[in-house]
Every structure is written in structure tokens, then in C-alpha cells.
């Protein structure tokens, strides 16, 4: 094998790794967050734009890179906080609050748990969680 082609080859490798697909309960997660937001009246309604352009990535299972899943983690410790709040869960008073929609909106539990198991595996955060 010619040195162009060993170069090509690593380059469609590296392409090919650098990203990762969501699975099903992170997708699901996203699309329900995107349908809780939906029927809301505008008052309630959760999300930025970088959080719905991420929900909907996730939503489509469009492929997430390692730099989006580092983002997605930051989110995550930043808002675990919010599930202390009122309108988190069905039968709750405010539920759906923004603050349930937006952790959907970003792939829910089963994103934060997809994020962890991704950043582990790459070697960016340690056992625990800690970014490396």
C-alpha cells in the first residue's frame, strides 16, 4: 500500500470514528422533549436555539461529535439541579416545566448516561465523571 492511500485510509478512519450516533432512548428523549415544548403555550415553552437544534440532531440520529457530547456533558452538570424543581414530573404543579423540557430537549437521562459512557470510553472524563 502507497503512502497516499495508508494517508486516505486513516483519514476515512478518523472520520468515521470522530462521531457517534445517539441511540434509541436518547432520540426518544429528544423528540418527547420536542413534543412537550410543542404543546405548550408560548409562555412555557423550554429551549434555546443551540438546545433545539440539539434536540433535533438528536431527535433525526444524526451523528454527534466528541466536542458536541463534551458540550452535551457541561449542560448536563450545570442543570441536575433542576430536577430538584417543581414540574418535573407527571402531576406535579407546572409540569412540564422549562426545565424538564430543555434536559429532554438535550437527550434526557438516557443522554446524560450516553454522554458519561462516550467520554469514558474516549478517555475525556474519568470513573467519576471529572473531565480529564
Not at 434536559?103 to 474519568?126: F, I, T, Y
Amino acid at each position: 500500500m502507497d503512502a497516499i492511500q495508508a494517508l486516505m485510509d486513516l483519514l476515512q478512519y478518523v472520520a468515521m470514528t470522530d462521531t457517534v450516533r445517539p441511540p434509541k432512548g436518547v432520540r426518544e428523549a429528544a423528540a418527547l422533549g420536542l413534543r412537550l415544548r410543542e404543546d405548550q403555550p408560548p409562555s412555557n415553552r423550554a429551549g434555546t436555539p443551540v438546545g433545539l437544534a440539539r434536540a433535533r440532531d438528536l431527535a433525526n440520529g444524526r451523528p454527534v461529535s466528541y466536542a458536541t457530547l463534551k458540550r452535551m456533558k457541561a449542560y448536563f452538570d450545570r442543570h441536575e439541579i433542576d430536577k430538584e424543581a417543581s414540574g418535573w414530573r407527571p402531576g406535579e404543579e407546572g409540569y412540564p416545566s422549562k426545565g424538564y423540557q430543555a434536559w429532554l430537549l438535550w437527550g434526557g437521562d438516557p443522554g446524560q448516561r450516553w454522554v458519561l459512557s462516550e467520554l469514558r470510553q474516549a478517555g475525556l472524563v474519568d470513573k467519576d465523571g471529572v473531565t480529564l
